[in-house]
């Protein structure tokens, strides 16, 4: 069965409901046949202690959005999905506005998938790569 872009991109905000992604308000907002884009506001919430984006939440979303397309691009009536591994590279710090993290496929196996997740800023500068391994592992274990 086929899901129209709004339909997946409603799911995927409506699972993060008590979550880290609510929590962080990390939200899918662009979805396509090999990328899925989320977004998350930089407010003092996810300071580090010198009052710019941490980091850890660039990774949180980073991983989320890696980690919904991993989700969406599998069949999930018979896998599960888990992240396994996560680089990063910050490149530019940010004060404010919003990031945004697309998620494309470097290489996309039964077993495994790489994900390459660019984290750009309201003015579309880089601030951060990753990298995304994820593990589909069956739910009949």
Known sequence: ???TK???L???NRVSKN???ETLEIEMIDFGD???TARMPVTPKVYQPDGILHGGATLALAESVGSFAAHIFVDTDKVFVRGIQITANHIKAVKDGYVYAKATFLHRGRTTQLLNIEVKDDHDNVIC??????????KNN
């Open 34 to 36: 090999d990328f899925l």
């Open 1 to 3: 069965m086929q899901f």
């Open 129 to 138: 790569i990753c990298k995304l391994s994820t593990i589909s592992l069956s």
């Open 19 to 21: 979550t880290l992604m």
């Open 6 to 8: 709004e339909e997946v």
């Open 10 to 12: 409603a799911e995927a």
